[in-house]
């Protein structure tokens, strides 16, 4: 039987959402969640934005937290919640305040077209037509290319909203699957002094002929430093394509010997493109943000 995602995501946002744009929505205080609307001048889309915050999160203390944002908010909030609450259990997690960005249109077609625009970061008709075929989308429901209009998003709006609301830090990670992972790439290559923790998992990286590997190159030639923790991943069972490009983008980033780069790669094994996100976001919160045992 096929599970329709939305309708799991819908009872979390029932309990969370009230009307009312940048004001609290009726926080479920035992799940010590809170949410909020946010509407881009970028794009013109209005996001739903979910925050977790850390078990002893209190405004009166003087604790700061970093910040993880976690992209694909329709399935990725009740399972980045369901995540941290289990590691939270044996400690195996840092605190940390996990923002999830959720599209707030919740049917199925529309949060796929949305995404779609948002995470890729050039205009590929190509690529445009051939996944409209491959979802059975109507020509013309995919329209790529809006990358910069949503980073921008993030770094004027959402971030700087998360930032003035609750007690941070400015050390911040993005995790992403798929062109998710491909806009965390895009992100690492583009504004690196945004985040410094990168969860690129199942990324997309031959989108538009690998043009994301056309900017690595671009961006080895005239930096030498990247402060950043990477975790780059992908599922055994996946394509030939999206594991050879994982692993060349990896390859890639490893041959310039960047100054400040960690970069960690792991092969789920019998996990495909979609079975692997459980598992990808266990792992990538645990390498990111994992509590080293003495």
């Not at 430093?225 to 780059?232: E, H, R």
């Not at 019998?270 to 598992?279: G, K, Q, Y």
Request: proline share 4%; charged share 20%.
């Amino acid at each position: 039987m096929k599970v329709n995602i939305s309708s799991i995501v819908i009872v979390f946002f029932l309990l969370l959402s009230r009307e009312g744009i940048g004001q609290n929505l009726a926080p479920v205080d035992m799940l010590s969640v809170k949410g909020h609307y946010i509407h881009s001048a970028n794009n013109g889309k209005t996001y739903q934005v979910f925050v977790i915050l850390p078990d002893k999160y209190s405004p009166k203390d003087t604790s700061h937290y970093p910040v993880v944002y976690v992209l694909d908010g329709y399935y990725s909030f009740p399972l980045v919640y369901a995540t941290k609450r289990a590691l939270g259990l044996g400690g195996q997690i840092e605190n940390v305040i996990i923002v999830s960005i959720a599209d707030s249109v919740l049917d199925e077609p529309t949060w796929f077209s949305s995404r779609w625009s948002d995470y890729t970061p050039s205009h590929s008709a190509a690529d445009d037509s051939s996944t409209a075929k491959e979802m059975r989308l109507p020509q013309g429901a995919l329209q790529s290319g809006g990358a910069l209009a949503f980073l921008n998003t993030l770094k004027n709006q959402i971030i700087p909203y998360i930032d003035n609301q609750y007690k941070t830090t400015k050390d911040r990670g993005i995790i992403g699957h798929s062109i998710g992972g491909l806009f965390a790439a895009y992100c690492l290559l583009t504004a690196p002094d945004i985040f410094n923790r990168y969860g690129i998992n199942s990324p997309s990286l031959w989108w538009d002929n690998k043009k994301l590997f056309d900017m690595e190159k671009s961006f080895s030639e005239k930096n030498k430093t990247l402060n950043a923790q990477v975790f780059i991943s992908v599922g055994g069972l996946e394509n030939g394509m999206m594991k050879s490009s994982m692993s060349g983008f990896a390859d890639s980033l490893e041959s310039h010997h960047y100054k400040g780069l960690t970069l960690s790669s792991y092969v789920f094994d019998n996990e495909n493109h979609l079975s692997v996100i459980p598992a990808m976001m266990s792992r990538t919160l645990r390498v990111l943000y994992g509590v080293k045992e003495d």
